[in-house]
């Protein structure tokens, strides 16, 4: 897919109110995207959120647009940045690839599945 038709979404959270950890992820972010020939439609940033506070007003908007197939690919600085649970992890990557979307990260381009160990892998398979 040609990545100036992709539909990307940028997920930035802070676990404190540190407006400049906010732009250093954001700077970072904008440059991965410029690196990559991706345009960002929209930024969702989380200022001040746990990562296990389910009620963040910007992460529930974007599963909300995922759900409606709103992005091809979400962007995030790591995968702590969306949770730190990582069967809150696999659900997320669930979703998204239901809706064949993709979730990249500065850190790795991994999949979430193989950062598991078989063991988690088999029982999070299983439980779906």
């Given at each position: 897919m040609n990545n100036e038709k992709l539909r990307v979404a940028i997920y930035i959270r802070i676990g404190n109110y540190d407006k400049q950890e906010k732009e250093k992820q954001k700077k970072e972010l904008q440059e991965y995207c410029k690196k990559n020939n991706y345009t960002p439609d929209k930024y969702y940033i989380d200022n001040g959120y746990s990562a296990n506070d389910e009620n963040r007003p910007s992460y529930n908007q974007l599963l909300e647009e995922i759900k409606q197939n709103?992005?091809?690919?979400?962007?995030?600085?790591?995968?702590?940045?969306?949770?730190?649970?990582?069967?809150?992890?696999?659900?997320?990557?669930?979703?998204?690839?239901?809706?064949?979307?993709?979730?990249?990260?500065?850190?790795?381009?991994?999949?979430?599945?193989?950062?598991?160990?078989?063991?988690?892998?088999?029982?999070?398979?299983?439980?779906k």
């Open positions: 709103r992005y091809d690919l979400i962007l995030t600085k790591d995968f702590s940045r969306i949770t730190r649970s990582i069967t809150d992890l696999y659900d997320f990557e669930n979703l998204i690839n239901k809706k064949k979307c993709q979730l990249k990260t500065l850190q790795s381009n991994q999949e979430v599945l193989p950062l598991l160990n078989p063991f988690q892998a088999t029982y999070y398979k299983l439980r």
